[in-house]
């Protein structure tokens, strides 16, 4: 039995156990994911104590590397769960769930790959994004299919806009089927195997776990960074560029959600406004697509151009309403980085580079229009636009 099948199934025994569990583990005798545990384990409880005192480094450092390494195949699991559900059935959930858990396993990864440098971690990476971006497309129908379904009894003149997104699915279905079934995690498993073996033994890799807790504090604000920098060039007469935004705020979201507990953990408020957030992104995209689809229908069937008009401006109408709704809550965007439990330190050094971000973005203006905005002024921007709407009325 692998390692990753002893730690998932709680089989491993004696000293194979004990350094397999992260502290939180080690404590009650079980394994699982205890990133959540508030109480900070002593490294005595992993029987490493004089070890790690005469290496010099901060016990901090090594437990977050233990918690990594829990973290990493607690996801694994539910990785593996999901994708043995997807090659049974390619339904929207099953989909859905593949792509999130990858998503998540992928986020824990890149956690890991910046903060010790592990270039052993490329071709997994590599492996993962090519699952997630072939089931990309049939997510996207998917969708689509869903969203027209909810609008047959308004709009009954997009049925034949369903069945030809029935058709397409069924196609997609066929090629996503081939990707997963062809997905091996052999390969996957043994090198995620030698990870954990690294991150365990507190004698690999000093001079990275030395500094482990502030690596992986640098790694999330650099993403962040990406994230403000997205944000502060949002135009809403460009969809696109709230695209932009979501894909580097998906990729900052799920890296602080697999932030060790040692460095910081948030809220089960913030982790839900987070999520509300990107879904305020995620349905914008969603009409974005579906117009796409609906552009490239009507391209090759003239007669259907007249009939589905209304329901194109309705689309219009809907994004338009989003995109405004969007805007208006875009300084939430701030409240998310840095967390309120890391250390003081640490969240006075993070809101100074936030600060600094944004200043190295309006150094770039030209001139401050509507279509070049950073957070403070989408607030004044919406603000403006709904004032304009009242008198119009």
Not at 137 to 154: I, N, P, Y
């Amino acid at each position: 039995m692998t390692l990753l099948e002893q730690r998932k199934s709680g089989t491993a025994s004696g000293e194979t156990m004990g350094n397999l569990l992260s502290p939180a583990a080690a404590h009650d005798g079980r394994a699982g994911n205890c990133l959540r545990a508030s109480p900070v384990y002593s490294l005595a409880q992993l029987r490493i104590e004089r070890m790690v005192s005469a290496m010099g480094i901060a016990p901090r450092n090594i437990l977050i590397s233990f918690e990594l390494s829990n973290a990493v195949a607690e996801q694994w699991a539910n990785f593996e769960r999901m994708l043995r559900r997807c090659r049974r059935e390619s339904s929207a959930e099953a989909v859905h769930d593949t792509r999130v858990h990858c998503r998540r396993l992928i986020a824990r990864l890149v956690l890991v790959e910046l903060a010790l440098s592990a270039a052993s971690l490329h071709a997994v990476l590599r492996s993962l994004k090519r699952l997630l971006k072939s089931l990309g497309e049939l997510r996207d129908v998917q969708v689509q299919k869903l969203a027209l379904t909810a609008e047959l009894s308004r709009h009954p003149e997009v049925g034949g806009l369903w069945i030809e997104l029935g058709r397409r699915e069924r196609e997609l279905i066929r090629s996503a089927s081939h990707s997963v079934s062809q997905f091996k995690t052999g390969k996957l498993r043994r090198r995620l195997e030698a990870l954990q073996a690294e991150l365990e033994n507190p004698a690999a890799r000093l001079a990275a776990k030395s500094v482990l807790g502030d690596s992986i504090i640098r790694a999330t604000q650099q993403a962040f960074d990406e994230v403000v920098q997205h944000a502060c060039a949002v135009s809403r007469d460009d969809v696109s560029t709230v695209h932009r935004v979501r894909t580097a705020y998906k990729k900052f979201r799920y890296m602080v959600e697999s932030l060790p507990a040692t460095v910081g953990r948030p809220s089960e408020a913030q982790l839900s406004a987070m999520a509300e957030y990107q879904q305020g992104m995620g349905s914008i995209q969603d009409v974005e697509v579906l117009l796409g689809f609906l552009t490239g229908y009507v391209a090759h069937r003239a007669e259907a151009s007249c009939m589905l008009e209304p329901f194109r401006q309705a689309l219009f109408d809907r994004r338009r309403r989003l995109v405004h709704k969007f805007m208006a809550l875009a300084d939430t965007l701030y409240s998310f980085w840095p967390l309120q439990s890391v250390a003081p330190e640490i969240r006075q050094t993070a809101v100074s580079e936030n600060r600094a971000t944004e200043l190295r973005v309006e150094a770039n203006w030209n001139a401050p229009s509507a279509s070049f905005l950073g957070p403070a002024r989408v607030i004044a921007a919406a603000g403006r636009a709904a004032t304009e709407t009242e008198g119009l009325a």
